[in-house]
Structure formats: C-alpha cells, structure tokens
C-alpha cells in the first residue's frame, strides 16, 4: 500500500495527520477519527481573508486535505475579535476585544475545540446593577424576589410574572414588544430599555425580538447565562487555540496584511473572512454596525467580585464592566484589570462588532449579495463576511462546513458557491 504523510501539522502529536493510501486522501484527527476519506483531488493554492476561527478553521481543513493555504490577516495577531494575550503588567490573560465564554450544544464543535486546548468548565454568571441596586442577570427567580421584595416560589413567580404582561400585544415582533408582552414594563425598564439603547444605540421598539430572545428567563434559581450542554475557558486562550488550527506546513500566515480583492488572481479560491462591505469597497454603502470602546481601570484585588457586572440605566454611559481575572478562576493574581464597554456607531477605520441588520441594512446587505453572487472563486463565511451575529461554536460549525463544501466541490469539478450559508436568510 502506498502510504506517505503530508501536510502534517505537528505530525503525529495531537493534530489531524494524513494520508495518501492508494488514490484516496485520508484525514483522521489524533485521536482516530475520520474527517476525509476521498478521492485525491486537485491541490489548490487557497487565500484565506481574515485569521479569525472562520479563517483558522477553513485553513486548518483544507491543510489537513493537502490544499496550500496563506491567510491574510490586516492585525499583528490572530484570533480576530476572540484574541487573548497575557497582560505584560499583571500576568492576567486579557480578553482583547471583550470577554468570550465559549458555549455550545454542538458536540462535534466542542469535541473540535477540545483537542486543541483544555477547556475549564466556566459558568457566566452575571450581575447587573439598576437604580443603584445590584441583581442576579439573566432574569431568574432571584432576580424576581429581589426586585420585587417577594420569596415566591418557582410557580409563583411564573403567574406573577404572567400577570405584569401586556395580554393586548398579541404578536409581538419588536424586543419592546416582546419584553412587555412577557416579563411588563417594570422589569424592561429596569433591565432592558436603557441597556439597548445604550448597547444598540436604537430603541427597542425598533429592534427584533430576536435580540432579547438570546436571554434566557427563568423561574428557577438557574443564573447560568448560556443555556447549552458544553461552556468553557480555554486554558491557554483563544489566540493559542487559533495558532494551533494554523500551525501546518502548508499554511503561511501573513500578519499585518490587508489583503484585497486582487489577490483572487494570484489563488485558485479565495475565503473571505472580512467584512463584505470593505471588500466591495463599500460600492452599495457601508453595512451599520456597532463598534466597542474599551476604558481599562487597574486596581489590587478583587474590583467588582465577578466577572460581568452589566450596568443598566441610560445614565451610565458604559453597558458593562468586565474584570477579566474572573474569567481563569483557576489563576491567582494580586492585582486586577478591567474594562468600562463603551458601545456606539462604527466608523470607517473601527472595528465591526455587532452587525445591525435592520430593513436600511438589509437592503443594502442584499445588493452586496447578489453582486457577491456574480463573481466567481471568492466565499464569504463568518461573522463579517455574511453581516450575522455568530457566536464562536456557530462561526466553527459553519467554517467546518464551508471547508467540506469546497473540497466536496473539487471532488466533483463543481463551482463553489459565493456563500455557504444564506446571509439574506437570518
Ligand atoms: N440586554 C439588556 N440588558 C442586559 C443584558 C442584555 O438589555 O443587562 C439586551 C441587549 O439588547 C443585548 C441583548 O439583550 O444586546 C443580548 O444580550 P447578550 O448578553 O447576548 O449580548 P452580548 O453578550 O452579545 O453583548
């Protein structure tokens, strides 16, 4: 049998090794588990936009398949918005651009990620503080009793809380909307109106339900939170987790390059994982979204005593505070940092964050679409090259499968498609 290994990264340790046997390439993970078994097909010089987990991802897979990879990434570091780095003062791993709780139902995912780093279970509890008095966030059972100076029992709450409902909305479609029909108005003012506001820059009332529906609400004393199976810290960090996925022969990471749309000449595919509005130039206008400021405060001790403390009424002009020492419960450190989280507009020359996605938005969302639609060997994938807000298990998903998409499609002399997922669609 005729069995050679290449495009090994870190060969026969923790990482996919491969192999040619006969006409078939074979990718198994370290610990055995198949991720290719196909026909050998063409070997393919493939830019990768961006070296954020989409980028990461889809250039890890398409190593591990052979193909030869340069990721392009505009920043010094990888790891995109989840880049973690050892602050040089105080030795506490920093979340750069705000913290990242990783949390998933998606048990490939976590599987994935976990051969690459040590996840330490983390269970996000947040505190929020309005009108100067500190409650237990998501809205749960405590939270309720405090609020309302009550002790009611689980079945309680949940008819009381029924009872503050707005029962003449009868669909409810903005986040106002949805907040008054199901928790009232005390609470939405309390926790929600001046928060959005702040964070989104928009009322609720113009905002989709969908926003608020990412919050769970609970009637039990459960202030997870993340409602799914798998939540964890990387011990390490992120940003080593992503060095790992792009630690291969046949990778070349090339920092502090901003790559352009010309450099499809130069590759047989292109993957772009930046914004679809710069790539264009922003021919159809710039898509809004929101950019963060971050105000780091250094202090001895402990400054806030948990990890997130979200700050409530409009009159504050931060949404949160994080500290970030809380996110490695597992180290010990006598000084702290943390960080005042400034929301507003983004700008030419600020990073994009949460994509807004609104009707004006999504107009223009969709001409970039079906211009990306008519051109040929360039994919858009990820957070800012589909214009969603996605989580870090969601964006991991979705890169595995953009990168079995496009080997799929070698296989079959196929186009591969502009978008691996529908953009327009969510
Ligand atoms: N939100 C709020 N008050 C809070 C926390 C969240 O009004 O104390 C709203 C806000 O509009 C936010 C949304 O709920 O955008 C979703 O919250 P999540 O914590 O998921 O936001 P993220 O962590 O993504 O910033």
New binding site residues.
Partial sequence: MDQKQHGVPHAGERWSRIAVVGNTVVAVDFEGELLIRRSQVAKQRVAVVGAGFSGAVIAHRLAAAGQSIVVFEARQHPAGNCHTARDAVTGIMLHAYGPHIFHTDDETVWKFVNRLDDFVPYVNRVK?ISRDRVYS?PINLLTINQFFGRTLAPAEAREFVASLGDHAIHTPCS?EEWALRFIGRELYEA??EG??LK??GIHPSLLPAS??K??PLSFDYNDNYYRHRYQGIPRHGYTTIVERLLDAQNIELRLGTQAAPGIATEFDHVFCSGSIDAWYDYAYGPLEYRTLDFERLDAEGDYQGCAVM?Y?DASVPWTRISEHKHFAPWESHAMTVCFREYSRRRERGDIPYYPVRLVHERAALQRYVAHARQQERVTFVGRLGTYRYLDMDVTIREAMDAAQRFLDCLERSAKMPAFNIDPMAS
């Fill in positions: 929020a966030l986040f926790f929600f928060y959005t964070q989104w926003i608020i990412r919050l979200n409530c």
